[in-house]
C-alpha cells in the first residue's frame, strides 16, 4: 500500500532542515564538469562494438512513400542492414503522441523517418542512407496557422502537465460585461513555433539479447517510454529495459519515445548486433515535437479605478488531425480577480510536424500575450502595472469562489520585486530614458505556474557500511533531482550526504514521477520520503526501537537514552524498503500554484534597434526551495529560455512546402552568452504542507512563465512601440522606431 | 606541422587508390598520430571521421560532446595546439602531431581542473551536455584574453585586453546552453580569471 497524502503535512523529519533547503554542490557535478557522465550515445561500457544507425527523413509534409530504392545502398561499404518504413507495418505510436514515429507508407509531416541504414561506422552509414532513392505520391498540406485559423473550432484540451480546459469557459456574462466596462481592452497577439532545441540529440543505443532489449536513451519519463516502446514493439513489459541514468536536456522534447529508440531497436534486431542511433541535428525540429505557434485575443473591461470587471482569452492554435490544442489560456482562469470571465482554445488541423509540450506548455505563451495585455491595460487606465496586478489578487479560484489556494503570494512577489528592481525609479511614459546609443526600458510582468502533484515511488537501502543508496526511475535533466533526491534521504535517515548514493533512470527502479510539469522534484522527493520511513521502520524494528521515537541523526539511531550506529541495522545483510506516495484529493479541494514577478531591464539601439538584456530579476513564490543553488538555476533557466522567445525564437514555416526552414542551431536562434546579462532570483521563504511532505512546489517552468511579456514590456518602456507578434525581432521595430535625438 | 599532415593524407590516397582500385565509395583510410591528453596516440582512420568522432567513438574519450555536428553549438570545443576549435568541424587526419587536450585531460573527478570546480561551485551547468565544451573553451578563452587577442567588444586595441564580464560573454557565445546557465558560467570564469590574475 502506497503512502496516501490525503491530509495537510505535519511536522516530520525533513523540517529539520539540516540537508534539504541547503545550497548544497550538485553530487553529479564532478561527473559532469570531467566528462565522465555517460550519456545514451556513450555507453562503450555496456554495449561494446555497437553497429551505426543513421536515420533518413522524408522529404515531403504529406503523402505517400511510393518506393525506396535500397540497391546502391546495399553495396555502400560497411553496409549491414537497412529498416524502411515499407517493410514495416505502421507501429503503434507512443504514449500521449499525434505522429506516428514509423512504419507504412503515409507521411503525415516533413522529415517523418522512412529508413535507419545500419553500418560498421558512422561514415559509412550516413554515406550509405545517401545512395537511398525515394518515390513520393505528396499529397497538398495545410501549413498556414493564420489561413486554418478561420475554420478552427473550440476544443477541450490537457497539457497532461498542469494546464487544460474545455474548449469554451465562461464565469458570468463576459460580452454584457465588457460592452459596459468603462475602460477596456480589445488586442490580437501571435506567437511562434519554437524548438526545444536540447544540446543532446535524441539518441540511442538498443541491445537485444533473444527476446529482451535493453535502450541505452535518453528520456525524461522511463516509464511512459518503458510502455510505450513495449506497445510499439509488440513485447511485454517485462522484456524491455530503459537506461536514461544522464539526459542532456529535454524541455518535453523528451518526454516520449521518439524515433532514434524505435529505430535503434528494429535496425538492432535485423543487424543481430548492438545498433547506436542519435538524430542528427538537422532533424530534430522536424522530426520531433515542438511548441505550437498560438493566435490569441484577449479583451479586458475594467473600472476606472483598475478593477476588472471582464476578461476574456482565447486561442487558437495547429496541429496534427490526433494531436491537442496549446493551452495558452489556462491561467487566465486562476491569475486575476473578474466576475465575468471567458476562456477558449480553438485547434487547427495543420500537417506540420507535432505540436506538443515544451518547457510550460501553455502558460509560456499563454502569459506571454496575458501580461503584455494587462501592461496595455494598465496604461489605459493610467496605473502603474505592478499596481493594476495588485489590485486584481485573488485568493479563490474566480471560477469557483468556495475554493481557496493553499498559498498564494503573488502580492509579495510584486512588492518584493519592484522594490529590489528600484521601480519606482521607472519612467512610465515611454521612449524617454537615454544611455548613449541606447534606449533603455524596463518591464514587468507576472508569473504563474500550476503545481502538480504525481504518484512516485523509490526504493531505498541500507548497506552495511552505513551507506544509504536511492533507487528510482526519476530522471534528473539538468534539474537536479541526483542531489534534492540525495539530500531528501540523507535528511531522513540521519546521515551526512556524502554517505546517500543516488541511482536514476532505470526501468528496474520504482515507478517515480519522472521530469515533466514542474512535478518532478516535489513529487519524486515525497517519494524518496516515503520509502525512507518505511526504511527507519525496518531499522526501528531490527534494532528493537519504537518508530515512532526514533531519532535519526548524525548517522546514529537514538531513543530515551539509547544510542545505536544506523549502520548496525544492517550488520546481518542490507536492508531493503520500497514505497510511493499516492497523492488524494488536497490538490483538488485547494488550487495549488506557484507565482513570481518578473523586472526586466532592455536597451534598444537607437540606430539599428537591437535589443540587448541588461537586468534580469525574479521574485519567485514555489513552497519550500529543496536547494536553493539548483533551483535558482531552473529558474534562470527558464528566464533565458523566454528572453528567447521574446527575442529570437521562431520555428519558420514554409507554407508551401510544409515544413520548418531553419531547422539547425545556426538558423533557430537561441540566446548565446552575450544576449543574458547577470540574473538575480529571489526566492520568498514558504512551506506549503498541502503540497507534501516536502512542502515543496514545481518551481522548473515557473521562470519561463511570464518572463518573455516582461522582456516585451521593457521594449515598449524603452520605444513606444508595442509590438504584438513575437519575437520581437529588431524588423518589427526598425521603421518605427523614433528619431534620434 | 603542416607539412607533416599534408604528407600523411598524400601518402594515404595513393596507397587506398593503388594496384588494385577501391569500389565506389569504398573508404580511405589514413594514419594520424598526435596526442590527446599527454598521451600518444596512433589510428587509422577513414578519412571522412571528424576529431570529435576520433575521440568520441575510436578511443572512447566522449567527454566531447556532439550537440550539432556542424559547428553551431560548441559542445565538442577541444584545444589543439593551445587554441580552442570545433572537433566536429575539422577532420582528424588533419591533426598529424597536434597536441590536443580535451575535458578529460583538464581534470577527473577526484583531481577537478580550477575551471571545472568553479563550474560546480556556480552551478554554471544543469544537465551537462554543453559543459565539458563550456569548460575547454573558457580556459582556452582565458588564455587567449591573456594573449591580447582581442574581440568584438574591445574598445581598445592597443592596450591590454581586460578580463570582464562583456569580453567573456562575447567571446563564449560560441557556446550554446540551453539550459540557460550562462549566468553562472559567467561567475565561475570571471572567478576563475580573477584567481589566475
Known sequence: MPMKFDTPAGQNPIDQLKVVGRPTDRIDGKYKTTGTAPYAYER??????????????????????RAIHVEEARRAPGFLTVVTTLDTPRLER????????????????????????????????????????????????????????????????????????????????????????????????????????????????????????????????????HGSMAKILGIPKENVRLDSPYVGGGFGGKLFVRADAVLAALAARAAGRPVKVALTRPLIANNTTHRPATIQRVRIGATPDGRITAIAHESTSGNLPDGDPETAVNQTKLLYAGANRLTAMKLAHLDLPEGNAMRAPGEAPGLMVLEVAMDEMAEKLGLDPVEFRIRNDTQVDPNKPGRRFSH?????????????????????????????????????????????????????????????????????????????????????????????????????????AGSGGQFGGNSSTAGVYAACVRLREAVAQRLGFNANDAQFVDGQVRSGN???????????????????????????????????????????????????????????????????????SQVIGG????????????????????????????????????????????????????????????????????????????????????????????????????EAA | MVGASATAALAAVPSAAGAQPARTGEPVLAKVAFTMNGQRRELELDTRTSLLDAAREHLHLTGSKKGCDHGQCGACTMIVDGRRINACLTLAIMHQGAEITTIEGLGQPDSLHPMQAAFVKHDGYQCGYCTPGQICSGVAMLDEIKAGIPSHVTADLTAPVAVTEAEIRERMSGNICRCGAYSNIVEAMTEVAGRRA
Open chain 1, 408 to 512: 498564494r503570494d503573488l502580492v509579495g512577489c510584486l512588492r518584493l520585486g519592484a522594490e529590489r528592481f528600484g521601480w519606482a525609479k521607472r519612467n512610465p511614459k515611454p521612449g524617454q530614458v537615454r544611455d548613449g546609443q541606447w534606449l533603455v526600458g524596463h518591464g514587468m510582468a507576472a508569473a504563474f505556474r500550476n503545481n502538480l502533484v504525481v504518484k512516485s515511488g523509490a526504493r531505498v537501502r541500507l548497506g552495511r557500511d552505513g551507506v544509504v543508496t536511492v533507487e528510482t526511475d526519476m530522471t534528473d535533466i539538468g534539474t537536479g533531482s541526483y542531489t534534492i533526491i540525495a539530500q531528501t534521504a540523507a535528511e531522513m535517515m540521519g546521515v551526512p550526504l556524502e554517505r546517500v548514493v543516488a541511482r536514476l533512470g532505470d526501468s528496474r527502479f520504482p515507478v517515480s
Open chain 1, 44 to 65: 562503450h561500457d555496456v554495449a561494446p562494438n555497437p553497429a551505426y544507425g543513421y536515420v533518413l527523413g522524408a522529404g515531403i509534409a504529406k503523402g505517400r512513400v
Open chain 1, 94 to 225: 507512443g504514449k500521449m503522441n499525434a505522429a506516428y514515429l514509423f512504419g507504412g507508407d503515409e507521411i503525415q509531416h516533413y522529415h517523418q523517418a522512412i529508413a535507419v541504414v545500419v553500418a560498421e561506422t558512422f561514415e559509412q552509414a550516413r554515406a550509405a542512407a545517401y545512395l537511398i532513392k525515394v518515390d513520393y505520391a505528396p499529397e497538398a498540406g495545410r501549413f498556414d496557422l493564420a489561413a486554418e485559423a478561420k475554420v478552427a473550432q473550440p476544443v477541450p484540451g490537457d497539457s497532461g502537465e498542469g494546464s487544460g480546459g474545455d474548449g469554451v469557459e465562461r464565469v458570468g456574462d463576459f460580452e454584457a460585461a465588457f460592452a459596459q466596462a468603462p475602460i477596456t481592452l480589445d488586442q490580437t497577439y501571435t506567437t511562434a513555433d519554437e524548438s526545444h532545441a536540447m544540446m543532446e540529440p535524441h539518441a540511442t543505443i538498443a541491445a537485444w539479447e533473444g527476446d529482451r532489449v535493453t535502450l541505452w536513451t535518453s528520456n525524461q519519463m522511463i516509464a511512459w517510454g
Open chain 1, 639 to 738: 528566464m533565458t529560455m523566454g528572453t528567447g522567445a521574446a527575442l529570437m525564437e521562431e520555428l519558420a514555416v514554409d507554407t508551401k512546402r510544409g515544413f520548418f526552414v531553419n531547422h539547425d542551431l545556426a538558423g533557430y536562434e537561441v540566446p548565446v552568452h552575450a544576449d543574458i546579462p547577470h540574473q538575480e532570483v529571489i526566492f520568498l521563504d514558504e512551506a506549503d504542507p498541502m503540497s507534501s511532505p516536502m512542502k515543496a512546489k514545481g518551481v522548473g517552468e515557473l521562470g519561463i512563465c511570464g518572463v518573455g511579456a516582461a522582456v516585451a514590456n521593457a521594449v515598449y518602456n524603452a520605444t513606444g512601440i508595442r509590438v504584438r507578434d513575437y519575437p520581437i525581432t529588431l524588423d518589427k521595430l526598425l521603421d518605427r522606431m523614433p
Open chain 1, 562 to 632: 539509547r544510542t545505536v550506529p544506523l549502520a548496525q541495522a544492517a550488520s546481518d545483510g542490507e536492508l531493503v524498503a520500497e514505497d510511493a506516495i499516492e497523492f488524494g484529493k488536497l490538490s483538488q479541494e485547494q488550487q495549488q500554484s506557484t507565482f513570481g514577478a518578473h523586472f526586466v531591464e532592455v536597451g534598444v539601439d537607437a540606430d539599428t534597434a537591437e535589443v540587448r538584456v541588461r537586468r534580469m530579476l525574479a521574485v519567485c513564490a514555489a513552497g519550500r526551495i529543496l536547494n536553493p543553488k539548483s533551483a535558482r
